[in-house]
């Protein structure tokens, strides 16, 4: 008992990703201990297209992995000798590629763990004593539980399911983050306890978030049909509460049970990084080539400056008045810089490509005849697609080729580059940011996290402590001036700025000055 068993191969498979759905079921059988019940069970799982089952009173006695004839996964586990109680997780084909482990705990609790390229997925089977056993019997159990959790990775996506005997009713008052307000029925003992358990845990009950018809709710139905109860519940972690898309009993489903089979569907859903900052707009400097427009532009900045000049000693008012009549000046001479991207494959290229789709219906008929004569119809389009884009292609590379001839006898180095980078492909590529790690080596996704640890890094680079040998003093002074820097030098020192530079946050470059 309560032994990790290991004997399954490495996972090739995500049993969970956000392209696809997941879907599980969990299901009180009353026994599998029959002849044709498992062939049952496993044609209804394949009718409900689950890839995972849990199974509540299997009824089979031990533990241990099987595969079944029709190709599916067992894992079981039940008591050393009675056929009584007695638990099981049913996977199919393709989730038994993505199977890490499983462990069996007693007969009442069972897990297995699924590889899963985002998030590992770890699945709990249990089988709670009923409302009417001793109340050490059920602290026991939940106990079982909270040491099974424990146990489990805190980073998977942990699913506990099964026959839990709890009402949970639709009052979810103070464990409105536990549960919704769908649930069935007035809450029993063990409902109360399911619910603390979740709280403590933050795990959420799924079949209380959808609003179903009481049909779909209902779980388990007495002898005589009069009686329903929504006691077989599937629980999540509260952080894949919205990966949740449904959970509803399938009554179609039949193993001559008392219970119904109960549903849930899953897809991943993960929280993107929006990034709120947006690019500005360059100014268009380049117009300031023009003599008309670099007059223009000129007499526009002094206008700017005289309507706006003030008597004001605040340095900051003097710099944001000088900035503006810049940049106004700019938006209203120069305007923004157009990015125009001329697509270089021709008209007549995309009428052929769609004549090229329309010969791809190979397969609406059945005459073997005329789908032969589709085919080489759509090889001998397809061929005329390929020699048109490959004349598009020239054609464009050689204008672009005499561009750049042109711009390089004017001397307009920088629209140079940039029609050499276009023709070798190096403007589309993507630059990535480099990953900011802890002092441990942990990937850190958070942007708060990553701003605190380039803030810790640089208190360590810069907050050094003093030398214990002091430096020595240099025995002539420097001749270096303090004074403030007179018009000269800054134009000097503006004339030695290279053109085409990317301006600052104030979106002023060097030409504008």
Known sequence: MGQSLREVQRPTRSLVTPKNIFTIGHWNVRTMYRG?????????????????????????????????????????SGDDELHEGGIAILISQQAEKSLMEWTQVNKRIITARFYSRYRSVTIIQVYAPHNKREEEEKEQFYQELQETLDGCNRNDITIIMEDLNAKMG?????????????????????????????????????????????????????????????????????????????????????????????????????????????????????RLRNDKTRKKYCRAVINKLDTTRNDSDNIEEIWEQQRNAYTKAAEEVLGYKKRVNKPWISNITWRLIDERIAKIRVESTRSERIKNRMREEYIEKDREVKRSVREDKRMWMSEEAARAQNTAESGRQKELYSIVKRLTGQSTSTRQTAAVKSVNGELLKRKEARMARWKEHFQGVLNREAPEEPLEEVGQELNISVEAPDVAEIRATLKTLRNGGAPGADQISAKML
């Open 170 to 286: 639709s009052d979810n008052s103070g464990y409105e983050r536990t549960m919704g307000v769908h649930g069935l029925g007035m809450q029993n003992d063990n409902g109360e306890r399911l619910c603390k358990f979740c709280q403590l845990n933050g795990l959420v009950i799924t079949g209380t978030l959808f609003p179903h018809k009481n049909v779909h709710k209902a779980t388990w139905v007495s002898a005589d049909g009069r009686v329903k109860n929504q006691i077989d519940h599937l629980l999540i972690n509260g952080r894949w509460r919205s990966s949740v898309l449904d959970t509803g009993a399938q009554r179609g489903a039949d193993i001559n049970s008392d219970h119904y089979l109960v549903r849930t569907r899953i897809t991943l859903r993960l929280s993107t990084h929006r990034n709120n900052y947006q690019v500005k707009p360059r100014l268009d400097v380049e």
């Open 36 to 76: 044709g019940a498992t062939a049952q069970i496993v044609s209804e799982m394949k009718r409900s297209h689950l890839d995972v089952l849990g199974i509540s009173e299997c009824r089979w006695a031990g533990a241990g992995r099987t595969r079944l004839a029709t190709g599916q996964t067992l894992m079981y």
